[in-house]
């Protein structure tokens, strides 16, 4: 009988499966950007001496409710809320910050050494439309520090590890954005100045934003509406009304900046999406090819945020970059992804008993820490070899009858093809030494 294909066996069910919107699959061909992404944050964070931590995916959804703020686009409209068997309400983590910070609450970090330098690479879920780089359940790469003092030493240098992130990727042309959105002594005088900017321009406001203005008139410079986007431009300057300490604060973030030779641009509208940020607000872009997947990094100052959780003042800093953004951005910008030279051997045999002595020799390898790949599922000596070039590895191990007999394994060359006898005892000795001699190692620092 002649097997059904895949379309000819959904015809009879009727049915075929796909992700369910906003999610997708991280084929195959994409897994070098992941990896590459994954390798650089864990690198900048041994660096500069984070930790990593991993909260779960499912949180209270009170947590988010208090801390990123009720009248938030995420606590309103993104979040996957429901209700647990046993009358729990609960969510998908829609970000990773305020879950850190239960976690430095509920662990008493605060008494550990002070700040406490955390990491995190996690998926994200929010119910929002799907476009370009943004997905329902998408991963980011976070960096916070906790606790301690709030030095602005911290913040520059939480800006300056997502900048580090970008470079070393090889993204070009990034933006970064900076503003100061003050204090509790400051942001309320702020926020009368711009409700009353805003009253004297009512009629031209959009519906959210007219609900918005009583709660959370800073809410509203993040608008995408048209109509509330024009009036922005002549909007009061927060960095005039920020007090004295704020302003020394920010002055010196700057400063710092100015030191690392960052370049920066003052936007005195960013804000930042989420009710919990204080002083530093942060977002980097890319202008041209990849813009459209918006801002890449971003974060801030969040000092009061351990306090809406019930715990004491605690100074903080963090920020995080969508993964999946970044890998739109290095499509978009065609990025190669460095060849990376294989560390690999392939393991041929010809006949059945080789075959076998081939499996123990690929276990011998993989104990030695030598990597190996093979086909040994195909009988053919000349197909396993067209597969070796495929993979790239630059040695074959092959083992025929005549070298089972011998207890010996040819060791070829494959670039050039020369090829001699080694024993079998003597294997991995010889393996190592030709992998030395090529100078074959990984070619990805982490500052280039
Ligand atoms: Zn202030
Ligand atoms: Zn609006």
């Not at 864990?42 to 991993?54: G, K, Q, V």
């Not at 309400?89 to 662990?107: C, S």
């Not at 879920?125 to 790469?141: D, I, K, L, V």
């Not at 092959?398 to 494959?414: A, H, M, N, P, S």
């Amino acid at each position: 009988m002649i097997p059904k294909t895949r379309k000819e066996k959904s015809k009879e069910s009727g049915k075929t499966f796909q992700t369910p919107k906003g999610m997708h699959d991280v084929l195959p061909g994409d897994q070098p950007y992941w990896d590459r992404i994954e390798r650089v944050v864990r690198d900048l964070a041994e660096f500069y001496n984070f930790a990593r931590i991993r909260t779960p995916i499912l949180e209270f959804a009170e947590l988010f409710q208090r801390t990123a703020g009720e009248e938030t686009d995420i606590v309103r409209k993104e979040m996957y809320v429901f209700k647990t068997k046993g009358g729990d309400v609960v969510t998908l983590r829609p970000e990773g910050t305020a879950a850190v910070a239960r976690a430095y609450l509920e662990h008493s970090l605060g008494r550990m050494s002070q700040p406490q330098r955390l990491f995190y690479i996690e998926p994200m879920f929010r119910y929002e439309n799907p476009q370009a780089g943004r997905y329902r359940q998408h991963s980011q790469a976070g960096f916070e520090v906790l606790g301690g003092s709030n030095d602005p030493i911290y913040d520059a240098q939480i800006i300056t590890m997502f900048q580090r992130l970008l470079e070393t990727l090889r993204i070009k042309n990034t933006n970064l954005k900076i503003n100061s959105i003050g204090c509790r002594v400051c942001r309320p005088l702020y926020r009368r100045q711009l409700q009353t900017y805003y009253k004297t321009h009512e009629k031209d406001l959009c519906s959210d934003c007219v609900g918005r203005l009583k709660q959370n008139p800073l809410r509203l410079l993040d608008c995408k509406e048209d109509s509330c986007g024009r009036l922005k431009e002549r909007v009061p300057n927060v960095l005039d009304k920020l007090c004295s300490t704020c302003s020394e604060h920010f002055k010196t973030v700057l400063e710092y900046l100015d030191e690392l030779q960052l370049p920066y641009t003052l936007d005195n509208q960013l804000v930042r999406g989420l009710d919990y940020y204080n002083r530093t607000v942060f977002e980097i872009s890319v202008e041209g090819k990849g813009s459209e997947v918006g801002a890449l990094p971003g974060g801030g100052r969040y000092d009061y945020l351990m306090e809406l959780l019930g715990g004491h003042l605690t100074p903080a800093v963090g920020g995080a970059c969508g993964v999946d953004r970044l890998v739109a951005v290095m499509k978009a910008q065609e990025i190669k992804i460095g060849e990376r030279l294989s560390q690999r051997v392939f393991v041929a045999h010809a006949g059945e008993l080789a075959k076998k002595k081939c499996l123990k020799l690929v276990e011998e390898l993989r104990k030695a820490n030598i990597g190996a790949s093979e086909a040994l599922a195909r009988e053919s000596l000349k197909a396993q070899l067209k597969a070796a070039d495929r993979d790239g590895a630059p040695i074959a191990l092959i083992l025929g009858q005549k070298e089972i007999y011998e207890d010996g394994v040819i060791i070829r060359d494959l670039r050039s093809g020369l090829q001699e006898t080694v024993p079998l005892h003597r294997i991995i000795d010889e393996v190592r030494k030709r992998l030395r001699d090529k100078n074959v190692v990984e070619v990805t620092p982490i500052h280039d």
